[in-house]
């Protein structure tokens, strides 16, 4: 799946939408879209963030778990993880 798609996913599945970024949990998941989107555009060249996307993933996303308004939501987080 490529990230531009699942970038789009992780926001739909908790409910969220990048213009809509005003609590935490909301910033987190816009800053984490536009890493997603800037590792797109430099051809999943695995450069966007220092420590590659594995470990941004690792630090970046499974904190998130337990804070999203659904069990479903935190289940397809992991599922997100798994597939970065």
Not at 59 to 82: C, E, F, K, Y
Request: no cysteine; proline share 4%.
């Amino acid at each position: 799946m490529q990230m531009r798609g699942l970038r789009h996913r992780a926001l739909h599945e908790v409910g969220l939408s990048v213009a809509t970024s005003a609590t935490p949990l909301q910033e987190t998941i816009t800053r984490i879209g536009k890493v997603l989107a800037l590792e797109e555009s430099q051809g999943y060249q695995d450069r966007a963030v220092v420590g590659g996307i594995a470990s941004f993933t690792q630090q970046g996303l499974l904190p998130l778990r337990g804070s999203l308004p659904t069990r479903s939501a935190d289940d397809a987080l992991v599922q997100i993880v798994r597939t970065l």
